[in-house]
């Protein structure tokens, strides 16, 4: 009876460790290649894979040698392996992230995430496929009964897989992170088949072996330390605070001259600065900061989707005209960003209705309208959240604008030639009659501005802190109708938003 239940108790936590692993992988490459659903295809497609040829191995090896201490030895060996992901994983990225070379060949997201899936999980994974085949053999003792028995342990294990998706996820990632969870799955496995193979009088060899697994285990958590959980840094800044949450990793940093940031993921990608003693950054808020001169109204109702550290609304009350009163709305989905930002950007001297919630969903809740609704949200600061980008939300933009109101969105691309920009453009032009860009010098952002009606853009007052931004803005607009030809009209239903950003981006 024993044996029994610690047989269902140990598919039932490599269930769980199956798909803990699958939930931690996709997280761990988000700061590397985005949380795209190419990324996802590969994290899940690469998974299967492995169960695929665990099943298949694991009922084979079970026919030859059907005993438990070899069910028990796979097990531990499996976390062995898993312990081993934090270690090789900044290692094995320098060679595959999107941007480097990889021999004479580019290596884009879908084939480098492929690739860093395979390398650091495949193993692992066809280790833990093996297991529930390979108890199903070793608990069948009558023919008559062995559907039952099969029957039960796919149960015990698949209820396993579902707590290791909810658990990573509400618990292990945001609580602990993701590589120290790694390590931690990769040790509760070893000790569980150090257990099995303890309770059922294995040779001394097996034991010594697995009791070597765990020791090595350990000793990489120690010597991987703070060098394998990427705190460590070749850039001249100071790290003031990093947080791993539900929706990203980000870093709050200081650089030499005072300048503060936060950073999303490895590639150190900004999302918002901050300066005690400067409002202007040199970057794409700046010139958001004009938006407030090109409205007629003189009490002015503002809602940023993507608030962040507050740059942009900071800009805004700073630069804002003498004979105008501002009410911003800011949305923000991370609160953890937010109680940084008010920690160290000063978020909390900003006179803001700070929402916590997804942009899409606030816009279709609220019953306020806006003289200028500005989207400036990124999903891992690469991708534009696909329902931001799409005829029905610009409708629902749309309905929230005031008379005169105005939309802004923030878009990275190369160039004006991309299908990203054009489908972009086409897209808006299909809700808004009047549509204008510019490009912030030296950088990739398009600022995309929408209207109902016309707007004057370039005969507008703005203040003397501002006549150098405004120039710049005056030179570089454009009216984007010769561009709306061959694109894509982006959709809910139908958005290929991914890989355009891959195409339009590297």
Excluded at 389 to 417: C, W, Y
């Amino acid at each position: 009876m024993i044996y029994t239940r610690f047989l269902y108790g140990f598919v039932f936590i490599t269930g769980a460790s199956v798909t803990a692993l699958e939930m931690i992988a996709s997280r761990l490459f988000a700061p590397y290649f985005g949380a795209s659903i190419f990324v996802w295809a590969n994290v899940i497609g690469v998974v299967l894979i492995g169960l695929a040829v665990g099943y298949w191995w694991g009922g084979k090896l079970a026919d030859k040698h059907p005993f438990p201490k070899v069910l028990f030895f796979i097990t531990a060996a499996s976390g062995f392996l898993t312990t081993f992901i934090p270690f090789f994983l900044d290692i094995f990225l320098k060679f595959v992230s999107p941007g480097e070379t990889f021999g004479q060949f580019f290596v884009s997201i879908i084939i480098s995430s492929f690739f860093a899936t395979s390398f650091l999980f495949l193993a692992p994974i066809i280790l833990l496929g093996m297991v529930s085949p390979f108890a199903a053999r070793v608990m069948v003792k009558d023919i008559k009964a062995a559907g039952e028995t099969i029957g039960s342990l796919y149960a015990f294990s698949t209820i396993g897989s579902v707590l290791g998706i909810f658990g990573s996820s509400f618990y292990l990632i945001p609580y602990i992170g993701s590589r120290t969870s790694i390590l931690a799955i990769g040790i509760i496995l070893i000790v569980i088949g150090m257990t099995g193979i303890f309770l059922f009088k294995s040779s001394k060899k097996n034991i010594y072996t697995v009791f070597c697994m765990l020791i090595a285990a350990a000793l990489i958590a120690v010597l991987t330390g703070e060098k394998a959980f990427g705190s460590s840094s070749p850039f001249s800044f100071k790290i003031l605070e990093k947080k791993e949450t539900w929706y990203q990793y980000f870093r709050v940093i200081e650089e030499s001259d005072g300048m503060r940031k936060i950073l999303t993921n490895a590639n150190h990608i900004q999302q918002s600065s901050y300066h005690p003693d400067k409002i202007l950054t040199g970057g794409y808020a700046d010139y958001l900061a004009l938006m407030p001169f090109f409205l007629n109204n003189n009490d002015l109702n503002i809602a940023i989707i993507g608030l962040s550290g507050g740059t942009v609304s900071r800009e805004i009350f700073a630069f804002k005209p003498d004979s105008k009163i501002i009410n911003i709305d800011g949305v923000e989905i991370d609160p953890e960003v937010v109680k940084s930002a008010k920690k160290y950007f000063a978020l909390d001297e900003q006179p803001l209705n700070i929402h916590i919630e997804d942009g899409r969903t606030f816009l279709a809740n609220t019953k306020n309208k806006y003289n200028a609704i500005f989207a400036d949200a990124y999903q891992e600061q690469l991708y534009i959240p696909f329902y931001l980008l799409t005829v029905e939300f610009f409708q629902t933009a749309k309905d929230h604008l005031m008379p005169g109101g105005i939309f802004v969105m923030n878009l990275n691309s190369a160039s004006r030639e991309t299908l990203l920009y054009k489908s972009s453009i086409a897209t808006l032009f299909d809700v808004f009659p009047n549509v204008y860009s510019f490009r912030v010098p030296d950088t990739y952002n398009f600022l995309i501005i929408a209207a109902i009606n016309e707007l004057d853009l370039v005969n507008s007052e703005a203040p003397k802190s501002l006549e150098t931004v405004y120039a710049r803005f005056s030179q570089d607009l454009k009216t984007e109708i010769d561009y709306v030809e061959n694109a894509s009209i982006l959709r809910d239903n139908r958005s290929s938003i991914e890989l355009m950003t891959e195409k339009a981006v590297f």
